[in-house]
């Protein structure tokens, strides 16, 4: 019997159900494995998310993420258990196999790795809008997409949209 064919998630939330029914919808019908990966610390600067936050009008996560900045590794790594166990959750709730990490360093370095190692037939990323990376593609699916030569997608969680 032939393994299933994988697809590694790379999220820097913790999915809800309907992000994971819109990545299944990907491959309705579909065998396959999911791999899920959830930074520790996904390194995001500061004043990147200051202007993020700003364009989008959003000062609830304006406040929020300037209170992040403050969070003792212990916190960092609880935080980061709860977005690997809600997503886990969220997608066998739609009764697939899925399996995840956290990732303790560079998010796209521990993406690179996960594709390679699982031999994975595509990558999803999900991430809220980032005004200015995606702006100047230097979000997670652009650098990936540059360097891994296998197909990524750029979901915004929460939401029906694609990113680029």
């Known amino acids: 019997m032939d393994t299933?064919?994988?697809i590694v998630i790379l999220t820097e939330q913790g999915l809800s159900t309907s992000d994971a029914a819109r990545i299944l919808?990907?491959?309705?019908?579909?065998?396959l494995r999911y791999r899920l990966l959830v930074p520790?610390?996904?390194h995001r600067s500061l004043?990147?998310?200051?202007?993020?936050d700003l364009s989008l009008l959003d000062m609830r996560?304006?406040?929020t993420d300037l209170r992040r900045r403050d969070r003792s590794p212990q916190k960092q790594q609880a935080?980061?258990?709860e977005r690997l166990r809600k997503s886990l959750e969220s997608m066998r709730s739609h009764g697939v196999e899925a399996e995840g990490e956290?990732?303790?360093d560079d998010p796209l370095a521990a993406l690179g790795e996960a594709a390679g190692l699982h031999r994975a037939r595509e990558v999803v990323i999900v991430t809220r809008p980032h005004a200015v990376e995606d702006t100047f593609h230097t979000d997670w699916a652009s650098v990936a997409r540059s360097t891994l030569?296998?197909?990524v997608l750029h979901l915004y969680a929460e939401t029906g949209y694609v990113g680029r």
């Open 4 to 6: 299933p064919d994988t």
């Open 25 to 31: 919808a990907l491959h309705e019908g579909e065998t």
């Open 40 to 42: 520790h610390d996904p």
């Open 47 to 52: 004043l990147v998310d200051v202007l993020d």
């Open 61 to 63: 996560k304006l406040l």
């Open 79 to 81: 935080d980061a258990t």
């Open 102 to 104: 956290i990732t303790a």
């Open 149 to 151: 030569g296998i197909p």
